[in-house]
Protein backbone atom coordinates (compact mmCIF):
# COMPACT_ATOMS: atom_id res chain seq x y z
CA UNK A 1 0.00 0.00 0.00
CA UNK A 2 1.04 3.13 -0.63
CA UNK A 3 0.79 6.25 1.41
CA UNK A 4 0.21 9.09 -0.35
CA UNK A 5 1.38 10.04 -4.30
CA UNK A 6 3.65 12.52 -5.54
CA UNK A 7 1.30 15.02 -8.15
CA UNK A 8 2.19 17.59 -10.32
CA UNK A 9 -0.84 19.89 -10.32
CA UNK A 10 -1.16 22.66 -12.89
CA UNK A 11 -3.79 25.00 -12.05
CA UNK A 12 -5.48 27.21 -14.59
CA UNK A 13 -7.81 29.90 -14.36
CA UNK A 14 -11.21 30.43 -16.05
CA UNK A 15 -11.13 32.93 -18.49
CA UNK A 16 -13.81 35.50 -18.27
CA UNK A 17 -12.94 37.32 -21.81
CA UNK A 18 -13.80 34.00 -23.27
CA UNK A 19 -17.63 33.50 -22.17
CA UNK A 20 -19.40 32.64 -25.29
CA UNK A 21 -22.71 30.17 -25.31
CA UNK A 22 -22.07 26.27 -27.22
CA UNK A 23 -25.14 24.86 -28.32
CA UNK A 24 -27.33 22.68 -25.14
CA UNK A 25 -30.31 20.86 -26.07
CA UNK A 26 -32.42 21.81 -23.36
CA UNK A 27 -34.46 18.43 -23.43
CA UNK A 28 -31.36 16.43 -22.92
CA UNK A 29 -30.23 13.21 -24.30
CA UNK A 30 -32.01 9.84 -24.10
CA UNK A 31 -29.92 7.28 -22.87
CA UNK A 32 -32.49 4.72 -23.47
CA UNK A 33 -35.28 4.91 -26.43
CA UNK A 34 -34.84 7.64 -29.08
CA UNK A 35 -37.30 10.30 -28.52
CA UNK A 36 -38.19 11.98 -31.64
CA UNK A 37 -36.55 14.54 -33.33
CA UNK A 38 -39.03 17.64 -33.24
CA UNK A 39 -38.78 17.21 -29.07
CA UNK A 40 -35.62 18.95 -28.81
CA UNK A 41 -35.07 22.75 -28.56
CA UNK A 42 -31.36 23.90 -28.92
CA UNK A 43 -30.42 26.73 -26.47
CA UNK A 44 -26.80 28.00 -25.78
CA UNK A 45 -24.55 27.63 -22.52
CA UNK A 46 -21.47 28.22 -21.39
CA UNK A 47 -19.67 25.63 -19.47
CA UNK A 48 -17.87 28.63 -17.38
CA UNK A 49 -21.39 30.30 -16.15
CA UNK A 50 -22.61 27.13 -15.51
CA UNK A 51 -19.86 25.52 -13.78
CA UNK A 52 -17.67 28.60 -11.79
CA UNK A 53 -19.20 30.49 -8.93
CA UNK A 54 -17.16 32.73 -7.69
CA UNK A 55 -14.44 33.37 -10.68
CA UNK A 56 -12.28 34.70 -8.33
CA UNK A 57 -11.89 31.76 -6.22
CA UNK A 58 -11.89 29.13 -8.93
CA UNK A 59 -9.54 27.26 -10.62
CA UNK A 60 -9.08 24.30 -12.81
CA UNK A 61 -6.38 21.66 -12.65
CA UNK A 62 -6.36 18.16 -13.89
CA UNK A 63 -6.34 14.82 -12.25
CA UNK A 64 -2.98 13.28 -11.95
CA UNK A 65 -2.70 9.92 -10.48
CA UNK A 66 -5.79 7.16 -9.49
CA UNK A 67 -5.70 7.69 -6.18
CA UNK A 68 -9.43 9.02 -6.20
CA UNK A 69 -10.85 6.63 -8.92
CA UNK A 70 -13.33 5.18 -6.59
CA UNK A 71 -15.27 8.85 -6.61
CA UNK A 72 -15.23 8.68 -10.67
CA UNK A 73 -12.05 10.63 -11.10
CA UNK A 74 -9.16 9.30 -13.63
CA UNK A 75 -5.69 10.42 -14.13
CA UNK A 76 -6.59 13.20 -16.89
CA UNK A 77 -9.48 14.59 -15.77
CA UNK A 78 -10.41 17.93 -15.26
CA UNK A 79 -11.11 19.57 -12.15
CA UNK A 80 -13.26 22.51 -10.61
CA UNK A 81 -11.85 23.59 -7.98
CA UNK A 82 -13.50 26.44 -5.38
CA UNK A 83 -11.63 28.02 -2.52
CA UNK A 84 -14.38 30.08 -1.33
CA UNK A 85 -16.44 26.81 -0.42
CA UNK A 86 -15.71 26.54 3.25
CA UNK A 87 -14.54 22.92 3.70
CA UNK A 88 -16.71 20.49 5.24
CA UNK A 89 -16.87 16.53 6.85
CA UNK A 90 -16.54 14.21 3.72
CA UNK A 91 -15.79 17.01 0.60
CA UNK A 92 -13.34 15.65 -1.76
CA UNK A 93 -10.60 18.48 -1.62
CA UNK A 94 -7.06 19.73 -3.42
CA UNK A 95 -4.98 19.83 -0.49
CA UNK A 96 -1.33 20.66 0.40
CA UNK A 97 0.83 18.56 2.27
CA UNK A 98 4.36 18.31 3.26
CA UNK A 99 4.84 20.53 -0.09
CA UNK A 100 2.43 18.81 -2.29
CA UNK A 101 -0.41 19.13 -4.00
CA UNK A 102 -2.96 16.29 -3.48
CA UNK A 103 -6.35 15.67 -3.71
CA UNK A 104 -8.59 13.70 -1.28
CA UNK A 105 -12.14 13.29 0.41
CA UNK A 106 -12.08 14.95 3.90
CA UNK A 107 -12.90 13.32 7.36
CA UNK A 108 -12.96 15.89 10.11
CA UNK A 109 -12.85 14.16 13.51
CA UNK A 110 -12.99 15.91 16.88
CA UNK A 111 -8.93 16.38 17.21
CA UNK A 112 -7.73 14.90 13.98
CA UNK A 113 -8.37 15.35 10.06
CA UNK A 114 -8.23 12.34 7.93
CA UNK A 115 -7.71 12.29 3.73
CA UNK A 116 -9.18 9.70 2.63
CA UNK A 117 -8.56 7.90 -0.74
CA UNK A 118 -10.87 6.23 -3.08
CA UNK A 119 -8.82 3.84 -4.29
CA UNK A 120 -7.84 0.97 -1.91
CA UNK A 121 -4.23 0.32 -2.85
CA UNK A 122 -3.59 3.43 -0.93
CA UNK A 123 -3.87 4.35 2.73
CA UNK A 124 -5.53 7.30 4.40
CA UNK A 125 -3.31 9.83 5.33
CA UNK A 126 -3.83 11.22 9.18
CA UNK A 127 -3.26 14.84 9.84
CA UNK A 128 -2.38 15.21 13.66
CA UNK A 129 0.39 16.62 15.84
CA UNK A 130 2.79 18.93 14.10
CA UNK A 131 1.74 17.91 10.49
CA UNK A 132 0.88 20.74 8.45
CA UNK A 133 -1.91 21.00 6.57
CA UNK A 134 -3.60 23.28 4.21
CA UNK A 135 -7.07 22.84 2.32
CA UNK A 136 -6.21 24.83 -0.39
CA UNK A 137 -10.21 24.54 -2.33
CA UNK A 138 -13.19 22.24 -2.49
CA UNK A 139 -13.50 20.44 -5.67
CA UNK A 140 -17.39 21.31 -6.69
CA UNK A 141 -17.11 19.13 -10.43
CA UNK A 142 -14.96 16.97 -12.07
CA UNK A 143 -14.80 16.42 -16.34
CA UNK A 144 -14.36 13.17 -17.57
CA UNK A 145 -12.09 12.35 -20.43
CA UNK A 146 -13.84 10.27 -22.64
CA UNK A 147 -11.89 9.70 -25.26
CA UNK A 148 -8.79 8.28 -23.30
CA UNK A 149 -6.70 5.56 -25.52
Known sequence: MQLTTKAKIEFFIP???QRRGLPFFDGGISAGF???A???KENRISLDTELVGDTE????????GNSMEG????????????RS???YDGCIA??????????KRIKKEKDKVTLLPENQDYEPIVISGDKILVIWGV?????KNHKRK
Request: aromatic share 12%; hydrophobic share 40%.
Open 15 to 17: DDS
Open 139 to 143: VTYSI
Open 71 to 82: AGMHDGDLLVID
Open 57 to 64: ATFYARVN
Open 94 to 103: VCFLEEEFTV
Open 34 to 36: PSP
Open 85 to 87: IEP
Open 38 to 40: DDF
